[in-house]
């Protein structure tokens, strides 16, 4: 079946530098959401990105879809520790909206 | 608060139990969603009811089950229960039943099975 693999698994940064997580897919993706999940909370919705090359930008969040429609990016310019939390891809081209969600990227900003 | 809610907030219970977790969705939203989450298999979407009617199917056992109701509130049975059930579930809803909707998630229903 599909397998949507996000690298890396866990990443530590300095407050202040960028973090780049990445969602890679074996099979072509349909729609990508990104979602948030802060530390004992539940995931909230961040953007969704469905054309090929599609880039969209929410403040110091760029999220990115790749041309051939495999892979996708979330990128945080300058992070500070409300950051913190795991991001999540899903991909939804399961048809009826089956939700492949990726497997995570644990995001820690050290003050 | 995304407007959706959960209930129990938290259950603990034996082995071959069963359990039922409740979900209201957002006013308006007609699909809801159940998904589990574990710490070794990340977000798994379990099923999702759109007005009612069951609409996808992903990783649900068959000691699983959901319906949906007429006022679109949705519960999950979990039976025969086993230490590995043992998760945090996540019900979330959308507007619509197209593909683009965006999911708003619930607190979630953590369950320990002892």
């Known amino acids: 079946g599909q397998q949507v693999m996000q690298i890396p698994q866990y990443q530590h940064v300095q407050e202040g530098e960028d973090f780049t997580t990445y969602c890679n897919s074996s099979t072509t993706l349909s729609n990508i959401q990104w979602y948030k999940q802060r530390p004992g909370g539940h995931p909230v919705f961040l953007i969704q990105?469905?054309?090929?090359?599609e880039v969209k930008k929410q403040k110091r969040l760029t999220f990115q879809f790749g041309e051939a429609k495999k892979n996708s990016s979330l990128h945080i310019t300058a992070t500070q520790t409300t950051d913190v939390g795991t991001y999540f891809c899903?991909?939804?081209?399961?048809?009826?909206?089956?939700?492949?969600f990726g497997t995570g990227t644990k995001l820690q900003v050290i003050p | 608060d995304s407007g959706v809610t959960q209930t129990p907030k938290h259950l603990i219970t034996a082995t071959g139990q069963r359990v039922t977790l409740r979900c209201s969705p957002r006013s308006g939203d007609l699909s809801v969603y159940w998904y589990q989450q574990s710490l070794d298999q990340g977000l798994q979407f379990l099923i999702q009811y759109y007005n009612g009617e069951e609409r996808a199917k992903g990783n649900i056992l068959e000691r699983f089950s959901a319906q949906q109701f007429p006022d679109l509130h949705s519960e999950l049975n979990l039976s025969s229960l086993e230490l590995g059930d043992s998760a945090l579930y996540f019900c979330?809803?959308?507007?619509?039943?197209?593909?683009?909707?965006?999911?708003?998630f619930g607190p979630g229903t953590r369950l320990t099975v002892l």
């Open positions: 979330a809803s959308s507007e619509g039943g197209h593909p683009t909707s965006e999911q708003f």
């Open positions: 899903a991909d939804l081209s399961g048809g009826y909206q089956k939700v492949t």
């Open positions: 990105l469905v054309k090929s090359g």
